[in-house]
């Protein structure tokens, strides 16, 4: 931890998730910079890359925003940012469309945004032109379809095993299954 800062910045409305990440803009700068959401655990198998880290060696072969996602069943896209794109490698797509909690027959795919991001720093100057969007709030979703219209957003479907601690059944499940491995 020698060569870490700490910082934090607060997020004084609940305007939503793309709203917190513009607090962050002037800890931040001109900076490719991480998202990560903690109440998403995200597991690897011994040896393996975290996901944080499987990204970042993307990010500097492609150099734009990168989401983590993972198929859901089809009756929980509802809860996700949902993807669709064009399959550039066999777990890369380039993205061309991103809804925010889709009804499952709006949703374009069953590819959901998990709360693993890097964003390029131009996401700031999108998200302050971004208009509340579904529950009234700034959607990093929206504002990561405008970065993909105007360039290039890449969904990647990472190696590891994620536990969405959100839930009551996912915060038991990650409970248990981190106590048998590491006790
Ligand atoms: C947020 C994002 C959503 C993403 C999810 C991942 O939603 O808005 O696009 O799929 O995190 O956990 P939240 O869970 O904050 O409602």
């Given at each position: 931890m020698d060569n870490s800062t700490f910082s934090y910045t607060r997020q004084?409305?609940?305007?939503?998730l793309g709203h917190a990440i513009l607090t962050g803009e002037t800890l931040i700068g001109d900076e490719p910079f991480a998202v990560l959401l903690a109440d998403d655990l995200c597991l690897v198998d011994d040896g393996g890359d975290n996901v944080l880290k499987q990204m970042v060696g993307l990010y500097k072969q492609f150099r734009c925003s990168i989401v983590a996602v993972e198929e859901v069943p089809m009756e929980e896209v509802h809860k996700y940012g949902v993807i669709k794109g064009e399959?550039?490698?066999?777990?890369?797509f380039q993205i061309s469309e991103m809804v925010e909690k889709p009804a499952t027959e709006d949703?374009?795919?069953?590819?959901a945004i998990i709360g693993r991001y890097i964003l390029t720093p131009d996401i700031f100057d999108i998200l302050r032109k971004t208009t509340p969007g579904v529950g009234g709030e700034i959607q990093i979703t929206d504002a990561l379809m405008q970065q993909a219209k105007a360039g290039c957003v890449l969904g990647y479907k990472f190696k590891g095993r994620r536990f969405d601690c959100g839930s009551i059944d996912g915060f038991i499940e990650a409970t248990n299954y981190c106590y048998k491995k590491f006790y």
């Open positions: 004084i409305e609940m305007k939503g399959m550039i490698r066999d777990d890369i949703a374009p795919s069953n590819l």
